[in-house]
């Protein structure tokens, strides 16, 4: 995937996404509502970029747009085991040194812009808990799934954790107030038919992340800069606001069985 570079600019540790919801009185009433759909893998550096830079665009826009932020998982490799493998010498194999070393100094410096030190220390792994994780904190609340999404990254991009570690997965929910973590990742089934539905009807139509589906409409891809972020708030508040693409591939999929059906019938 070709991509954009990326200016340098920051933003505070301490930024917190909140769920906006469009209110029916005040100046509210004249905000559009921009949702967005993001498919993610939490051990891909790009995503991480792209979350950031959507971050200070939408501290930037908050007064114009209300935002709704949905995260879905994407696996770059299930098929890495869940004891995790050396990070360096997984990547070093995958990329080649010349090129891992490219990428590697060129990560450095876009994070450098963050305020962060990227850090390649530490193991890489099965991705499975996390999108488990991240599932489960949406069900508390759609900016708790997002904070807990930056928690995830900074740990595994900037201080080495490995993302399939248990105490660091209830560590970071924690941190952004989800409680029941540890008792929800203990049995390997609670978020795993949700998980693997939205893999089978969301990621299924993508080649590769990060992506961004923008109310039901506008697509991006890659870790664009937050002015590309701005310039899609302006087209999509444009638009009529549609549901995710799992919840209308759903419905598609539910309106072709009954259409089979009556079919049958006849």
């Keep these: 995937m070709r991509l954009v570079s990326l200016p340098k600019f920051s933003i505070p540790r301490s930024f917190r996404y909140t769920t906006c919801m469009a209110q029916a009185v005040g100046n509210n009433a004249e905000k559009k509502l921009i949702r967005i759909d993001v498919s993610s893998d939490t051990v891909c550096p790009w995503c991480f970029v792209g979350k950031r830079n959507l971050d200070k665009a939408v501290a930037s826009s908050k ?17 890495l085991p869940k004891e995790g493998i050396c990070k360096k010498s997984y990547y070093d ?3 080649g040194t010349k090129r891992f070393e490219q990428m590697f100094a060129q990560m450095k410096e876009i994070f ?23 599932y489960f904190a949406g069900q508390h609340g759609l900016d708790k799934q997002h904070n807990l999404v930056d928690e995830l990254c900074v740990g595994y991009f900037t201080q080495g954790k490995y993302i399939g570690d248990r105490e660091f997965l209830v560590e970071c929910a924690r941190k952004v107030g989800v409680e029941g973590a540890a008792e929800f990742l203990e049995d390997p089934n609670n978020g795993l038919k949700e998980v693997n539905e939205e893999v089978e009807e969301y990621s299924s139509r993508i080649t590769g992340v990060p992506y961004y589906l923008i109310n039901g409409k506008l697509r991006l891809s890659g870790g664009q800069p937050p002015l590309v972020f701005l310039q899609a708030f302006q087209t999509a508040a444009r638009m009529p606001v549609m549901g995710s693409v799992l919840k209308s591939s759903r419905r598609i999929r539910a309106t072709r069985t009954r259409k089979g059906k009556k079919k049958h019938r006849d």
Aim: a negative charge; proline letters at 2%; zero cysteines.
């Design 93 to 95: 194999h995958r990329f």
């Design 63 to 79: 007064d114009q747009y209300d935002f709704e932020i949905r995260w879905h998982p994407y696996f770059l490799n299930l098929s």
């Design 112 to 134: 450098k812009g963050f305020g962060l030190e990227y850090n390649i220390s530490g193991l890489t792994g099965n991705t499975m808990d996390s999108h488990r994780l991240i």
